[in-house]
């Protein structure tokens, strides 16, 4: 799997010129759509078959400052999967030095429209086998 990309905009930083902390979780979101795209399972796809994936939980530790123009490598990678619950890490590391600047997790379940648990094994099995191969890397 290939890192997600990302080079910090001006409009990201906070008043001491650094990204401020709350755009981290962004990017989370982003390396995750990309991740489960380049896995197979297109969260547009998802939705369009009546799954959401909402956030339950998201944390992230910053070791690191990252700064406008810095150029970040995004590494997701699933933590936990059982078919109803999903948790992945990130891994940001700066892309010159592969210094790692910040580490994080979140934690999502599969929802129907309704708001109701879904089980991916039973309702999206060809999600379900997707996210089982990747879980086991």
Not at 50 to 71: N, Q, T
Not at 96 to 125: D, I, M, Y
Request: charged fraction near 25%; charge should be negative.
């Amino acid at each position: 799997m290939k890192p997600y990309e990302h080079k910090a905009q001006y409009y990201e930083t906070d008043q001491m010129g650094i990204i401020h902390h709350s755009n981290y979780i962004r990017w989370f979101e982003s390396a995750r759509i990309d991740f489960m795209g380049q896995m197979g399972v297109s969260y547009k796809a998802m939705e369009e078959e009546g799954i959401i994936s909402p956030v339950l939980a998201v944390s992230c530790e910053y070791k690191s400052m990252v700064h406008f123009d810095d150029e970040v490598l995004i590494t997701p990678s699933i933590l936990e999967y059982n078919g109803i619950k999903l948790a992945i890490s990130y891994v940001i590391t700066d892309k010159k030095t592969g210094e790692v600047k910040t580490t994080g997790e979140s934690r999502h379940c599969f929802l129907n429209k309704e708001g109701r648990p879904v089980s991916l094994k039973k309702q999206a099995p060809h999600f379900h086998e997707m996210f089982l191969k990747y879980s086991q890397q």
